[in-house]
């Protein structure tokens, strides 16, 4: 085994230990920190892997929440097949505004995902009579049970929340380490180059796009069932600009930096809002020290001092 | 009321909304013009302005009239002292790079939100204007007698707003006498149209850059103040002002003055017009996403002409 494989199965073994000796609100905390962490995992793909800096993914884990969310209020559907139409949605999404989005580049990228994910938060509120807009709606916890599991007991969900991650973790390390996920560093790097190099770089990137919104929309639709809520605030500009500070804080273009990232970030907010209303200050400032002073994040400066392939 | 004077009384606002749009998106276009980079926290320096605004009025006794003119002068300066100060701590030390930038200013835009909240706090509070009398408006009518002129009850707009609406104006028309007319506007658009060669000539790039980024701010802060009497400061209302100048440049084509102006008319007249006649979140999701549609298929804006 390469020391990169035991160092991620060895993250995952220590999160699963922990499920039997964390006091409760810890227990709470790191169940929606992995959650959290999934999303992280999808933007660095788009962001850390491809160079594609969104400013809009919360559409698209909006869309996986509503997505599930929404059948789960309406419908008799179980969980399961919710959660897959959740995915569905976040991919179908993606792959409608990539479509667009990706003939531009850079700021302007920049500033279409932003405007397509402000569309999407206004069209919550719009139809608000089934989405109930900022309010939000609670998913019953009848309706959140897998094969007879009840998802909102906290020993489940902290297991299905450790198994959804596992899983975006693990899918990530074979990624960037499969061809294609080297071409997506390509494209990062220089993507005249690898165009030259034979490489449809539109579809490449649109390819990296839906991975991305796919595993986005799974968070989401996750963080809907296991924590039974679904609210507008979740579409807004400030669940896009989480994923990019948590992949900026653990490193963005690493497959452990993500969940690093989340975790800090998470405990930080946590920390300070009991202190002030005015958390979101961390969240600037963390973002101004980031881009200042150590533009590789945590995974980024392991890898430029100790360890060359961190992955 | 009937259909016209209706439409008349929300052309009025929508030119109240269009005038502080001009003045704000004026702002942006200059800092995006000269220093090719898109300024997040330029709705938290609107925010800024509209809140010192209400500070120095509470500050400066004297009369609504004193206390404003005193919250004009001083408030677009501080905060356009604050904007360089941040530009040559920050965006100089990331060399203007495009995308840093922008997630550098969401940082910016947080922090100032955030500092706002603290000290300034949750509440929205207003500034008495300086003076508010209201006036009535004619509309004709085809009568017996032929055309004649009544009162309908409800059409009236206040000396206040039609005031934001000529100040802004003059506001403009000096901005851009200050860039065609005087050396310093010279100077800034040498570097606009070329950074290297400007350094060549001996023009300090970044005293430049640091002077259009606290220009820029300056003027979204004096929009600010001046809506401050007719809306009220709160450390929010930098979100859609934002927004709506992020839509006013694109459609009008970025970097570009005249088509600034352009679109902070049209845009400003039809949020107006829409948001009385249809659902203001209707009218939001179809501007956002025309503004995508446009970045997407017409990157020049809709006024705008291909660059060389």
Known sequence: ?311 | MEFGPYLMLAMLEGAVLAAVLALMASGLSLTFGVMRVVNVAHGEFYMLGAVMAWFVAHLVGGGAAIAFIAAAVIAPLAVGAMAAAADMTILKRIDYDPERTIVATIGLLYVIQQVTLMTYGADARPVEPPFNSRIALPWFEWGEEGLALYYPWGLSTTSYKLFVIAAAAVLILAVRLFMTRTKAGLIMRATQLDSEMATAFGIPVERVYAAVFGIGAGLAALAGVLIVPVQQAHYLMGGDALLLSFIVVIIGGLGSMAGTIVAAILIGMSDGIISVFFSPTLAKILATLLVALVLVFRPQGLFGSRPR
């Open chain 1, 1 to 311: 085994m390469s020391r990169s494989l035991i160092l991620h199965l060895g993250l995952i073994a220590v999160l699963f230990a922990l499920n039997f000796v964390l006091p409760p609100y810890a227990h709470g905390n790191i169940a929606r920190v992995m959650t959290l962490a999934v999303y992280a995992i999808g933007y660095n793909i788009a962001f850390g892997y491809t160079g594609l800096l969104s400013l809009g993914h919360a559409m698209f884990f909006a869309a996986g929440m509503y997505g599930a969310g929404l059948l789960l209020r309406f419908t008799d559907m179980g969980a399961l097949p919710a959660y897959a139409a959740g995915l569905a949605a976040g991919g179908a999404l993606a792959l409608a505004v990539g479509l667009l989005a990706l003939r531009t580049a850079g700021v302007s990228f920049m500033i279409v995902t932003l405007m397509f994910s402000q569309a999407v938060y206004l069209a919550i509120l719009y139809f608000g009579e089934w989405t109930r807009g900022d309010e939000g709606f609670v998913i019953a916890s009848a309706d959140r049970m897998i094969a007879g599991v009840d998802l909102a007991a906290p020993q489940a969900r902290y297991l299905v929340a450790w198994g959804l991650f596992s899983v975006a973790l693990m899918f990530l390390l074979w990624l960037v380490r499969r061809p294609s996920g080297r071409v997506f560093v390509a494209i990062r790097e220089n993507e005249d180059r690898a165009r030259l190099l034979g490489y449809d770089t539109f579809r490449l990137k649109l390819l990296s796009l839906v991975i991305s919104g796919v595993i986005s929309a799974a968070s989401g639709a996750a963080y809907a069932i296991l924590f039974g809520y679904a609210g507008a605030s979740f579409a807004g500009v400030q669940y896009s600009i989480f994923p990019m500070l948590w992949v900026l804080l653990g490193g963005a273009g690493t497959v452990i930096g993500p969940f690093l990232g989340t975790l800090f970030m998470f405990y930080l907010i946590d920390l300070s809002s009991g202190l002030t209303d005015a958390y979101m200050l961390i969240a600037g400032v963390a973002l101004i020290g980031l881009t200042l002073f150590a533009p590789q994040g945590i995974a980024g400066e392991i890898r430029r001092r100790f360890w060359k392939d961190l992955p």
